[in-house]
């Protein structure tokens, strides 16, 4: 190998591995969202239930990246997520896949996205009631 070649790979690494690190804004960024998420999930996360039966039209939206929040007959629910699969940016459409001729969901039923690659899925790992109506400004009066 030449001088210049072996020159050329340095700095081709030294390019991945810089373009794979975090900039100490982009944690700060990251550090705020866990913040604001734990600051919701303590205002917002109610007891802990073992199912949840949504109607075949249910709501959804994702919870950061590893939750989403689903209506329940009128009711919101925050299923914790753990697996290959982001809520946050993967889900067009949610499907379960838990027991035979069942529409509920419960922990350790699957969730799988709209179009699933290559085991993009994740496991449910816990199920807790949500009080979607919580205060958003507790600073504000």
């Excluded at 866990?34 to 109610?46: D, M």
């Excluded at 994702?62 to 290959?84: N, Q, R, V």
């Excluded at 419960?106 to 996205?113: A, P, Q, V, Y």
Aim: a negative charge.
């Amino acid at each position: 190998m030449t001088r210049q070649s072996l020159l050329f790979l340095t700095m081709l690494s030294a390019c991945i591995l810089a373009a794979c690190t975090t900039t100490p804004e982009q944690q700060a960024a990251l550090n705020q969202e866990a913040l604001r998420l734990e600051a919701e999930i303590a205002k917002r996360q109610g007891e802990s239930v073992n199912r949840i039966c949504p109607l075949g039209s249910a709501d959804w939206k994702p919870f950061g990246s590893d939750a989403l929040l689903i209506e329940a007959k009128g009711d919101w629910y925050k299923i914790d997520l753990i697996g290959t699969c982001d809520p946050d940016s993967a889900f067009g459409a949610i499907a379960n896949k838990g027991s035979i001729g069942s529409s509920c969901i419960e922990r350790g039923d699957t969730i799988l996205t709209a179009l699933p690659r290559d085991h993009e899925r994740c496991t449910i790992t816990a199920i807790h009631q949500w009080d979607d109506t919580a205060a958003d400004d507790e600073d504000g009066g």
